[in-house]
């Protein structure tokens, strides 16, 4: 588990190729490695990795097939900056919210724009997505905790204040930059929740909450 609150910005300097995975090498700048061992994880740009070796300037973690198809990671190349935070600890300050690391779907800025001196940034999410996203609620993007400032349909507003802005990669995003997204585990399990005995069917969640299931449940009067 992480927190969405970034701990360092790395950069990749060595993308290997493995039977079809990749190994990455990301040299981890000011991040702290004294208390990592191999098997901890560190999440990168928002997916959860598991360190496989400790050079003493960085890390590597072997990257699966599926994660490059899910994720932005295939699009890295050496020299690309990264989200960097270690897992939690129980004496871990929790100031964004709970992030598991695993990313739900990958987005696309559609506009940046200045708003005095923060940055107003509008995302595009995938339509499975949508759902999830509510006003002034929470949102992971690249591993890092914001917050919802509007939303439309499938696409949601963030202002970025200049810390974010200096201590992650969000300053370098432009309009068409593909990010990793992932959504509040709260709402996700709460959707499935409700679902009840419907939950062991398959497909039952595409068909997400409706008004219908809100009633069964005792939501509505």
């Known amino acids: 588990m992480f927190t969405g609150i970034i701990q ?15 190994r990455l090498r990301i040299r ?20 959860c990795l598991t360190a496989v070796d400790l050079p003493g300037d960085g890390f590597a973690a072997d990257v699966s097939r599926e994660t490059l198809s899910l994720t932005t990671l295939g699009d890295l190349v050496p020299g690309s900056p990264v989200n960097l935070e270690k897992a939690l600890t129980l004496a871990t300050r929790l100031g964004g919210h709970l992030v598991s690391g695993h990313v ?8 940046r724009r200045d708003d005095a001196r923060s940055v107003r940034l509008t995302i595009e999410a995938p339509a499975a997505l949508a759902r999830y996203i509510v006003h002034k609620g929470s949102i992971c993007v690249d591993g890092t905790s914001l917050t919802v400032n509007a939303v439309s349909g499938a696409r949601f507003d963030l202002n970025i204040v200049p810390h974010t802005l200096e201590e992650t990669v969000t ?20 959707e499935r929740l409700l679902l009840g005995e ?14 219908e299931l809100l009633a069964r449940a005792g939501f509505l009067g």
């Open 8 to 22: 360092a910005v790395g950069r990749i300097t060595h993308l290997e190729a493995r039977g079809g995975d990749v």
């Open 28 to 47: 981890t700048g000011k991040l702290d490695l004294a208390d990592v061992r191999l098997g901890d994880s560190i999440a990168v740009n928002g997916v």
């Open 171 to 190: 300053g370098g995003y432009a309009p068409g930059t593909r990010v990793n997204l992932e959504v509040d585990l709260v709402a996700r399990y709460l």
């Open 104 to 111: 739900d779907g990958v987005g696309r800025v559609a506009d």
């Open 198 to 211: 419907r939950a062991a069917e398959p497909g039952a969640e595409a068909s997400g909450v409706t008004m």
